[in-house]
């Protein structure tokens, strides 16, 4: 059974790219939307404040760091994450599979799930595709993923078809479990009862997998579907052509997610494919190592060329930062480790991506994306420093 808080309206279209409304128990999002990551239950170096001053409707939440500290059923006493963290408007948990697969040695994968040890502690966990619904049902974020197994990029068909396999046999697993969670046939706490469930496509770079994983996920039947395993190393017109072929033989009527990507000129390109959803650690990871993102290309704000430059990072933009502050400041304060150079780097580039979104919706509703995304590629270059 279908939840009757949560629903997709396609508002408007130009080629495959779609404008539409994500309707959730915590509001409205429009899509195409990027949700900035909050891996333990904050964006890092931001206040929700901050997040609502760049423009973001919804974030994502990490599943494993939360699950480990402070724990789910800690959470969901304090109310679940929104109240926990004073964020009321949407959110979406990821299942926790993709942090533990990347534990590697501290691992090991089986039918039933996988067995981890903690990176805090060396305790022993498992992560089963129940688990992962329930530990998400607990969070209560307005849509929670399937555990999926996410291989390595370069794998072979062979193990590509068995990871995809293994993902279809635990999607229904997930699937049954969510039914027994909204019927209240589990001793689980689930602290939101309008909470979708989405549905993650395997098979790696091979077209045949990916259509099969497609098929098969969508007879299972989910509130929405994602795209998995891409972004994780391989060339990217190989993620384009994956994006290209998969989103098609998603419903129509349901919202499409490409987990984990990517760079703003991604953002462009699987928009043009018909992707409604993203995430990506890359504006706030790059922000906190000194790299910002302007229309132009990247900017390394330590670079000694901007010590005495008075301008701000991007003239066109309308962020805080750069309505505030010259590059000259930012470099100070990253060069002399300022914890407020973490924020103010953060501010900027969520505000691009964000922004970028929202001349994206605009331009399907015009009916002028085509000349958005020729615009977009003639002026940003994702190998392009700017001076
Ligand atoms: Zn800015």
């Known amino acids: 059974m279908p939840t009757a808080a949560f629903g997709f309206t396609v508002t408007h279209r130009d080629g495959a790219a779609r404008r539409g409304v994500l309707h959730t128990p915590h509001g409205d999002v429009q899509t195409p939307v990027f949700m900035p990551v909050g891996t333990r239950g904050a964006v890092k170096a931001l206040t929700p404040r901050d997040l609502e001053d760049v423009g973001a409707t919804m974030i994502l939440g990490n599943t494993y760091h939360l699950h480990l500290r402070p724990g789910d059923a800690l959470v969901a006493r304090r109310g679940g994450l929104h109240r926990f963290i004073g964020w009321p408007r949407p959110m979406l948990t990821d299942s926790g599979g993709y942090q533990v697969f990347s534990l590697g040695a501290r691992r090991t994968i089986s039918e039933a799930g996988v067995v981890f040890r903690s990176h805090l502690d060396g305790r022993r966990?498992?992560?089963?595709?129940?688990?992962?619904?329930?530990?998400?049902?607990?969070?209560?974020?307005?849509?929670?993923?399937?555990?999926?197994?996410?291989?390595?990029?370069?794998?072979?068909?062979?193990?590509a078809r068995a990871a995809m396999t293994r993902t279809l046999r635990w999607a229904a697993r997930g699937r049954a479990h969510v039914e027994r969670v909204r019927a209240h046939d589990t001793a689980i706490l689930a602290t939101n009862p309008g909470q979708a469930q989405f549905g993650i496509v395997q098979g790696g770079v091979f077209p045949h997998?990916?259509?099969?994983?497609?098929a098969?996920?969508?007879?299972?039947?989910?509130?929405?579907y994602a795209i998995g395993g891409l972004s994780v190393g391989?060339?990217?017109?190989?993620?384009?052509?994956?994006?290209?072929?998969?989103?098609?033989?998603?419903?129509d009527d349901r919202p499409r997610y490409l987990m984990g990507t990517g760079l703003p000129d991604d953002l462009v390109e699987c928009v043009a494919r018909g992707i409604d959803m993203f995430d990506c650690v890359l504006p706030t990871r790059n922000a906190r190592n000194g790299q910002l993102l302007t229309r132009h290309g990247r900017m390394n704000i330590k670079n000694a060329a901007y010590a005495e430059d008075d301008r701000p990072v991007d003239e066109a933009c309308a962020c805080?930062?750069?309505?505030?502050?010259?590059?000259a400041y930012l470099r100070h304060l990253f060069v002399a480790g300022e914890?407020?150079?973490?924020?103010?780097n953060s501010i900027h580039n969520l505000h691009f991506y964000l922004d970028t979104m929202r001349r994206i919706r605009e331009a399907i509703e015009f009916g002028s994306f085509e000349g958005f995304r020729q615009a977009f590629h003639?002026?940003?270059s994702r190998t392009a420093i700017v001076p």
Do not use: K, N
């Open 216 to 224: 098969r996920t969508v007879e299972i039947g989910f509130e929405g």
């Open 320 to 327: 805080y930062t750069c309505r505030t502050c010259s590059r």
């Open 339 to 344: 914890m407020t150079a973490a924020t103010l």
């Open 125 to 159: 966990h498992e992560l089963t595709p129940e688990r992962a619904v329930e530990i998400q049902a607990q969070l209560g974020a307005d849509v929670a993923m399937i555990l999926d197994e996410c291989p390595p990029s370069g794998i072979d068909e062979a193990a």
């Open 234 to 251: 391989e060339p990217v017109d190989v993620m384009y052509r994956v994006v290209e072929e998969t989103a098609p033989a998603l419903p």
């Open 209 to 214: 997998l990916r259509a099969e994983s497609a």
């Open 378 to 380: 003639r002026s940003f």
